[in-house]
């Protein structure tokens, strides 16, 4: 199997790209992504050995990018920069946030919406549960800081941590605008941002 990133390669990726995305991922065929990309189906096999590799050849970038950003918002750095905003975090974080899923959105959707049949398929509950971490961690960073901190129930985290997921899989599935996006993002970090400071007393 080549692994050489080249036209062909790249082509048979955006192609691959085209088909998941209107077809989702057990619906879409080697041989219609061969189609698209105008190449041989041999061809694609020169690059990828299934149809699976090939669709986390074309979401990974996304998860990883999106697992990254989420890591480095809850890092201690953070936890006085994001008290002093309304938000709960840096205006420029946000903006980066929708930079993100400007980018990813079809990547986006795909995991969130049409993974059924691929080895990525649990990835909403892997992203839930990700979140879960992350925001454990965090708590523990901050509790730190503010000692005097209410605890937070882990099944409470653990669902509130679900429900960010869901709210990321309706913005990538509805027709928005980046301003639409920006102002949805004013509201749900302030509303967010109130809640955890009342649940948390500080």
């Known amino acids: ?5 080249d036209d062909k390669y790249q ?3 955006q192609a ?10 057990k619906d879409a065929s080697m041989r219609g992504i061969a189609r698209r990309a105008g190449v041989g189906l041999s061809n694609i096999y020169n690059y990828f050995r299934n149809k699976d590799e090939l669709y986390r050849a074309v979401v990974i970038p996304a998860q990883e990018e999106l697992f990254d950003f989420i890591a480095r918002q809850h890092t201690e750095d953070k936890v006085a920069l994001n008290r002093l905003s309304p938000f709960g975090h840096d205006e ?10 400007d980018r990813y959105r079809t990547e ?9 049949g691929s080895s990525a398929a649990g990835f909403r509950d892997a992203f839930a549960d990700y979140l879960t971490r992350v925001s ?5 960073i901050e509790k730190k800081h503010y ?3 209410n605890d937070i129930s882990p099944f409470f985290l653990h669902v509130l941590c679900s429900w960010t997921v869901s ?25 967010e941002f109130a809640g955890w400071r009342c649940l948390t007393g500080t």
């Open 92 to 101: 420029t974080v946000i903006d980066r946030y929708i930079d993100l899923i």
């Open 16 to 25: 691959a790209r085209r088909e998941f995305s209107g077809r989702g991922f």
């Open 11 to 13: 082509a048979i990726l």
């Open 1 to 5: 199997m080549r692994m050489l990133k």
């Open 167 to 191: 709210v990321l899989g309706e913005i990538v599935t509805h027709d928005l605008s980046r301003k639409e996006v920006r102002e949805f993002f004013g509201e749900y970090f302030r509303f």
């Open 108 to 116: 986006l959707k795909l995991l969130l919406c049409h993974s059924e």
């Open 136 to 140: 454990r961690n965090y708590m523990e």
């Open 147 to 149: 000692p005097g901190a």
